[in-house]
């Protein structure tokens, strides 16, 4: 469980700073704050996301968190997600690949569907452990809700940027529709070795991730640069990133960067890290394609682009089968060789 006090992000090591985003003002249409979004969004892809408001509901999920990973590991096998490319469910630590050579991951966590926390008490997809169900009302559901409205509000700022019809990313990232939209909440152990990854470099697979951590790990790529660079976590401020299915929508108008957890540095190695995170991804029946039909900038940003990236932006796939295919060449079981690493990509354009 995170602890009262971290000993300090140290001083001496580099970090990529990002531009800072106030959420109040965004959704009371402050055009100077849209701008600040649009442009993190349309570079890095990435942003520290301050008045948000969740910062209760996320410790409430830490809580949860670590009353799930105590569980016996064999009671947590019970709802491990398996090797068919779902995603729902418990991950135990090593179950990924890092990298093409297949070193196994360091972090496990839990993941809940969104479905499942919106249809509550009813089941939509899957059961999960004890501490899971449990906090399934004071916890989980105010987190999914709070989150999907936070990543609504941003989607509706992109949408009206990108020149879309209205409501034409609500749409597509519709909470009626089943998708692979959820919670995560992960722990990577204290006192990894010194470049050991935790985690994997990736791009989200889906449309926006709402991020919390406490200590130092994560790192970005940025275009252009070829050295990783940390992330500095900010008391109060939430990191968020557009992922792969807002980069495919908007014809590579917003960016979703690479990234990797490595252990924390300095001090904070000794530590447990623990990170929140609520993924909003696309229902699972939408396409993955540049939406050129409903919006001349995205029209013209495809224009401009080579013939490789554009067949890139055009998968001809559903946001199932992108996520589906992402996750289950990540398995470590389902690993033949290097290939499937390659197969596990998303918008990493070789990067990694
Ligand atoms: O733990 C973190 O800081 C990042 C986690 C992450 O990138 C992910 O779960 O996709
Ligand atoms: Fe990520």
Redesign the pocket.
Known sequence: MPVAAYPEFPTNIPTHPLLVVDYDLIKNGNEKEIDVLWRAATTLGFWYLKNHGAEEDVEKMFDMGAETMDLPLEEKMRYEQGDGGSSFGYKFSGANAVDASGEPDKIE?INIAKDDALAWPKQARRSYPSTVENRMESTIVPFVKKSIGINDTILSVFNSKLGLPEGTLKNIHSVEEYSGSEA?T?KAPKNLPVGRQA?GA?T?FGSL?F?Q?RLG??QVLPPGVDEWQYVKPLPGHA?CNVGDALALFSGGILHSNI?R?YPPPGAQAGFE?W?Q?FFTRPGNSVMLRPLSDQSPAIAEAVSRLTEEQRAALNPGVTALDWFNRRIKNQRVKNRTGPETWVASRGTEQGRV
Do not use: A, E
């Open positions: 966590f995560r992960i985690l990736h989200d991730s991020l951590n790990g994560l990191i990234h957890v890290r990170s995170v």
